[in-house]
């Protein structure tokens, strides 16, 4: 059974009907489709859906017990960013999350990792889109080049201590929400 008829399953289970889809709008990394649909209370809606391929969130701790965020501009807010590395390849599909998150550590900060430990899964906005999201603690980390894409030219790569790290979520200064769910997952999880 497919992904998507599991879905469909579940939202009919929670009493919910799907009367059409229709594809508004996509590009290479997100899709926008509206649905219109029947509310369990009987009541007919349009739910706007952002469709994402999935990503991933990486801490990536040190043997000196340092962490290591990359910062760069986020146009949707207008903002240079603090956050744990992240993301997603538009171009491969079905990729292994460790490939991609090894990929994506290896890109945004130039570290390798000789262990990659699966943290857990979480959604980036389940109120709003499909975008599933990895949760890795990156350890036994050497020092290579970064290999940019030339959209994150911006990017610049930031070790800290974790007592640094938990002082700037403290103080709000850390405003990436999946930086600090990772970062809860992780701390949770006890591995820091």
Known sequence: MSTDKTIEDARRDAGFQTLSTRLAYSNPWTALREDIIVHPNGKQGLYGIVERGEFVVIL???????????QQFRYPVGERLLELPMGMWETKENVDPVELALGELREETGLRAGEMIHVGTMYQGAG???????VFL???LTRGEVD????????TSHDMTLE???TMIRE???KCMVSLAAFALIRAKGLI
């Open 60 to 70: 990536p701790l040190h043997a000196d017990g340092k962490v290591t965020l990359i």
């Open 128 to 134: 709003y889109s499909n975008q599933k999201g990895h």
């Open 138 to 140: 990156a350890r036994n």
């Open 148 to 155: 940019l894409e030339a959209t994150e030219e911006d990017i």
């Open 164 to 166: 640094a790290f938990e």
């Open 172 to 174: 709000g200064e850390l």
